[in-house]
Antibody
């Protein structure tokens, strides 16, 4: 059974940093690209960043480019999102998600980790 | 980027009724690479449909997707109690991938 479990959310000040982790199980990590998708309170879904199975291919939404870094450690079955220079508009539930096969849509999701950016 | 506009914002229906949800793209979705998700309050989204019309195994056949180009539809043939939720479309044909703003299906 595929499982994704996020951790690392919490309160950060504007300009601060947080690192999210997503521990995965039930599949071979290097075989699947993964992503972070966020949802601001009461709002819709927003794709944040994706990383290929090997970890070498990364892509970011313009809203986080230069501030967030996605990475993965396949030996630890863990996906990361390093978030720097945080802003109020980064406040959201952050979901890690696994691609469904080779398509860039998401068949498996974590439960989400809440990040609040506030002074 | 491709903007997806979902309509209506809220759909008020009774169990047993048919629900028709629309997702319109600001430009053609490459290869009709469009997915639909269901999200219940406090839960992660759940994939229902991909490639516009392919149903995920295990998803009831009352859910169907159709459309091409810029106009796509999710149809729920006969609403059941567990279907009242928010539904999102996502295009993944052109980078950046984008989501619609959602349609809430509520009990009338």
């Amino acid at each position: 059974e595929v499982q994704l479990l996020e951790s690392g959310g919490g309160l950060a000040h504007p300009g601060g940093s947080l690192r999210l982790s997503c521990v995965t199980s039930g599949f071979i990590p290097r075989s699947y690209a993964m992503a972070w998708v966020r949802q601001a309170p009461g709002r819709g879904l927003e794709w944040v960043s994706s990383v290929g199975g090997s970890g070498s291919d990364t892509i970011y939404a313009d809203s986080v480019k230069g501030r967030f870094t996605i990475s993965r450690d396949n030996s630890q079955s863990t996906l990361y999102l390093e978030m720097n220079s945080l802003r109020g508009e980064d406040t959201a539930v952050y979901f890690c998600a696994r691609y469904y096969g080779s398509g860039r849509f998401y068949g498996y999701w974590g439960q989400g980790s809440l990040v609040i950016v506030s002074s | 980027e491709i903007v997806l506009t979902q309509s209506p914002g809220t759909l008020s229906l009774s169990p047993g009724e048919r629900a028709t949800l629309s997702c319109r793209a600001s430009q053609s979705v490459s290869s009709n690479w469009l997915a639909w998700y269901q999200q219940e309050p406090g839960q992660a989204p759940k994939l229902l449909i991909y490639d516009a019309s392919s149903r995920v195994p295990g998803i009831p056949d009352r859910f169907s997707g159709s459309g091409s180009g810029t106009d796509f539809t999710l149809t729920i043939a006969r609403l059941e109690a567990e279907d009242f939720a928010v539904y999102y479309c996502q295009q993944y044909g052109t980078s950046p991938q984008t989501f619609g703003q959602g349609t809430k299906v509520e009990i009338k």
